[in-house]
């Protein structure tokens, strides 16, 4: 399905003539800049997912061209709708619920075990880098499988299994509302996210499009702050060419033999 891993270097940055690929595998080299940092963080997309089966949002099959998310993914679908948003969120819920974290989220997990320090700051609402171990994560956008109450917000963690509609709020009697950040609405541990990247030392811009605010914008923080940040797509991004390093392939491929090369000589 995917081409065979290949790994490019980045253009347009000041290191990209050190970064000659006739000096070595970027791989190889991106191993190196691992050992020696103290804080690894990674912002990831629904790239990390994609292996374990579960829909990108803009690719060919993404999630947005057969559905628009202005009628499923903000607060005024669920106003006008609460009934159809709630069947595609279920939905979403049961596919994810049938599939597994593939050896990208294991990487992650292995990685965050032997590194100093570790953040991993993901836009993904499936929950899979916990599942495969992960630990320290901020869940940008939420989690499908919480819900929060649309009138007071009080939230309910690990309601495994489709919500029944309509759902109230124990509290208030207020309709009940997956718990994920739409569209047009803040995000509330973004605060919490920029602080953990700002002293990062290395980031990995993982399997994003990087084309939504503010998430987009994080790698960004990162790499002012000094990080050396290296991005892991099949394909180029709108990011790829202000960051220090692009590997090109599936990550499931990719960013296990990173870790394996840094802390097992694989
Ligand atoms: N390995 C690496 N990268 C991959 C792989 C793979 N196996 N498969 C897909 N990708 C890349 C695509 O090339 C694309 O750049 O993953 C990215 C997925 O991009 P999007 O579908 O736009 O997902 P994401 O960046 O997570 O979207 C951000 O948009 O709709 C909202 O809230 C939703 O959190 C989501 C946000």
Same mark, same amino acid.
């Given at each position: ?5 290949k ?9 990209r003539q050190?970064?000659?690929l006739?000096?070595?595998?970027p ?11 103290r ?6 997309g ?7 089966g579960?829909?990108t949002?803009?690719g ?12 499923l993914?903000t607060?005024?679908?669920?106003r006008?709708d609460?009934?159809?948003?709630w069947?595609f969120y279920n ?5 994810i619920?049938?599939?597994e974290?593939?050896?990208a ?6 990685l965050?075990?032997r590194?100093p320090?570790f953040?991993?700051v993901?836009?993904?609402?499936d929950?899979?880098?916990?599942r495969?171990g992960?630990?320290?994560?901020? =869940?940008l956008h *939420?989690? /499908?499988f ?6 007071c &917000?009080?939230?309910? %963690?690990? +309601? ?9 709020c =124990?509290?208030? *009697?207020? /309709?009940v509302?997956p718990?994920?950040v739409?569209? &047009?609405?803040?995000? %509330?541990? +973004? ?13 990995f811009?993982v ?13 960004m923080?990162c790499?002012?702050?000094g ?5 892991f797509?099949?394909?180029a991004?709108?990011?790829s060419?202000r ?8 990550v499931?491929?990719t960013?296990p033999?990173?870790?394996?090369r840094?802390?097992?000589g694989?």
């Amino acid at each position: 399905m995917f081409p065979g891993p290949k790994y490019t270097l980045a253009w347009g940055n000041t290191r990209r003539q050190e970064w000659d690929l006739s000096r070595g595998d970027p791989i190889e080299k991106l191993a190196g800049v691992l050992t020696g940092a103290r804080k690894v963080a990674v912002l990831s997309g629904a790239g990390l997912s994609a292996e374990s089966g579960v829909p990108t949002f803009r690719g060919k099959e993404g999630l947005w061209k057969q559905r628009n998310p202005v009628e499923l993914a903000t607060p005024e679908a669920f106003r006008a709708d609460p009934e159809l948003v709630w069947e595609f969120y279920n939905w979403r819920r049961q596919k994810i619920l049938g599939v597994e974290p593939n050896p990208a989220h294991v990487a992650l997990a292995d990685l965050e075990r032997r590194v100093p320090a570790f953040v991993h700051v993901t836009q993904n609402i499936d929950g899979l880098a916990r599942r495969a171990g992960g630990e320290n994560i901020i =869940e940008l956008h *939420g989690n /499908l499988f919480s819900t929060r109450c649309f009138e007071c &917000g009080r939230e309910q %963690p690990d +309601l495994s299994g489709p919500v029944p509609f309509p759902t109230s709020c =124990e509290r208030c *009697g207020g /309709l009940v509302r997956p718990g994920v950040v739409w569209f &047009g609405e803040p995000v %509330p541990l +973004l605060e919490d996210a920029i602080e953990s990247l700002r002293d990062a030392d290395l980031l990995f811009v993982v399997g994003t499009s990087a084309v939504v605010q503010p998430a987009a914008s994080l790698a960004m923080v990162c790499k002012s702050a000094g990080a050396f940040v290296a991005e892991f797509n099949i394909e180029a991004t709108p990011l790829s060419g202000r960051l220090d390093l692009q590997i090109v392939g599936p990550v499931g491929t990719t960013l296990p033999r990173v870790v394996a090369r840094a802390f097992a000589g694989g």
